[in-house]
């Protein structure tokens, strides 16, 4: 079998844009041939964290493979997530906070929340059944979009491990804890996008999936084979495979074979590699969450008593700050009534524009009203001056402001 794989380099709305565009024009003979196919795109919106934190696939990757299938002419593009379960369970739509209902209004574009779809069965390990969600079999090609994480629990998180979020409601992932790797190799068995488009512009290193930090690494990888694309994520983090949980799994199971390990072996991606933070955690969440302790907690954690009692707000403090638990289920929204520019601009500067995934001439675009604006807050949080004001109520977006402002700033500056 000869491998499809493409690294590029990828940081502004403009790069990302252009390095998409010629680099997929390779890929158009997997194309379904007919315009009227049905194409399904499966983002990374594990959390309410926007793509700057590293934690979820960035809009302007989204943005920008949209504007490519609309340029070869599909019109049934849509896009889909079933967020993780916490999110789920209660009742926030991640979809909404990251504005990916806005940026698929904009772009005409069908979204669905896949926590609600209808399913369909997929063998999990001891016999167990679980429900994934039928859109997306029930198309004529499937595209994964993947973020680059660490993930304390399986090492890394890209294509295998983004499949996740095919799985509908809380019941249904929860049922992938009693194995977690091998039940995540359990769905890729069954869902096989067509190609994967994995969003490595601002990855997240340390303690992964949602508490981490974000690194540029200003790449994308692009290819046919997960298990190639999630090796070739372990060598740009400069990690020894064996060592990633996900992955041992993979080369046990003879899914990774030498030959994967051949083809990426002096390969010039490794250029843009750079050493990142292992998915380090305390040594409680270390104890708890060891596979061989894991099934363990799980059947107390899953009975009701300790689900209510897991939801109080003194509870939740508790679990967030011991590390047990790595989001905030923030019950406020963001409303913004408006953004709008202040004197501290800076003359010739244009960091916003980069991050602007709907390509407003910024910041120009704010004497005219910042007209088809998604609201998606990435201007906001990377001017490095404070030269835009926030009109309105920040909601759970203040948590993120507070964990992550200034880091996504030193970001924004150095890219
Ligand atoms: S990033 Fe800030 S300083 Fe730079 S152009 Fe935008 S608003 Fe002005
Ligand atoms: S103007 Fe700012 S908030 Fe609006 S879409 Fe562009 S980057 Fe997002």
């Known amino acids: 079998m000869e491998f499809r794989f493409s690294a590029v380099s990828a940081s502004t709305r403009r790069k990302i844009q252009e390095s998409l565009f010629t680099e997929l024009a390779k890929y158009l003979d997997l194309f379904p041939a007919s315009k009227d196919a049905r194409i399904f795109l499966k983002p990374n919106l594990n959390s309410n964290m926007n793509a700057l934190t590293g934690n979820t696939t960035d809009l302007r990757v989204i ?6 299938l609309k340029a070869q002419g599909y019109h049934k593009i849509s896009m889909g997530e079933g967020t993780n379960s916490g999110f789920y369970r209660n009742q926030i739509s991640v979809i909404e906070r990251l504005k990916i209902n806005e940026l698929g209004k904009y772009y005409g574009v069908d979204v669905l929340d896949l926590n609600y779809a209808e399913t369909f069965d997929i063998p999990f390990e001891n016999g167990i059944l679980a429900q994934a969600a039928k859109p ?38 929860k049922k992938t804890h009693d194995s977690l790797c091998k039940n995540i190799l359990n769905i890729n068995r069954v869902i096989k996008p ?19 930090t974000p690194i540029p690494l200003n790449t994308l990888l692009i290819g046919t084979d997960p298990y190639l694309l999630d090796l070739a994520c372990a060598k740009l983090a400069q990690f020894e495979p064996s060592q990633v949980r996900l992955l041992a799994e993979a080369i046990h199971q003879g899914l990774i074979t030498q030959k994967h390990f051949e083809f ?70 963001l409303k913004i009534d408006k953004l709008t520019l202040n004197e501290k601009c800076l003359p010739g500067c244009v960091i916003c524009r980069e991050y602007c995934p709907v390509s407003l001439e910024l910041p120009q675009a704010f004497k005219t009203g910042l007209e088809g604006c998604i609201h998606c807050m990435y201007c906001y949080s990377v001017c490095p001056v404070e030269a835009i004001d926030f009109h309105g109520v920040k909601g759970f977006f203040e948590e993120q402001e507070k964990q992550y402002a200034s880091r996504i700033r030193q970001n924004a500056n150095q890219g």
């Not at 090609?141 to 295998?160: D, Q, R, S, W, Y």
């Not at 933070?277 to 954690?301: A, C």
Request: charged residues 20%.
């Open 63 to 68: 943005a920008s493979v949209i504007e490519f």
């Open 194 to 212: 067509d190609l994967h488009i994995l969003d490595a512009v601002i990855a997240m290193e340390g303690t992964g999936p949602t508490r981490g």
């Open 264 to 333: 990426l072996g002096e390969h010039p991606f490794l250029a843009f590699s750079k050493p990142m933070q292992q998915p380090k955690v305390n040594p409680l969440v270390g104890f708890i969450h060891s596979p061989k302790r894991q099934k363990f907690f799980l059947k107390i954690r899953n009975t009701a008593f300790f689900n209510t009692v897991c939801n109080t707000d003194f509870a939740q403090e508790i679990l967030f700050h011991t590390g047990l638990r790595q989001d905030k289920f923030l019950k406020d929204d």
């Open 136 to 173: 997306v079999i029930e198309t004529d090609f499937l595209i994964n979009l993947p973020k680059l994480k660490m993930h304390f629990e399986v090492g890394i998180t890209a294509c295998l491990k983004n499949l996740m979020g095919t799985l509908v409601g809380q019941p249904n992932k």
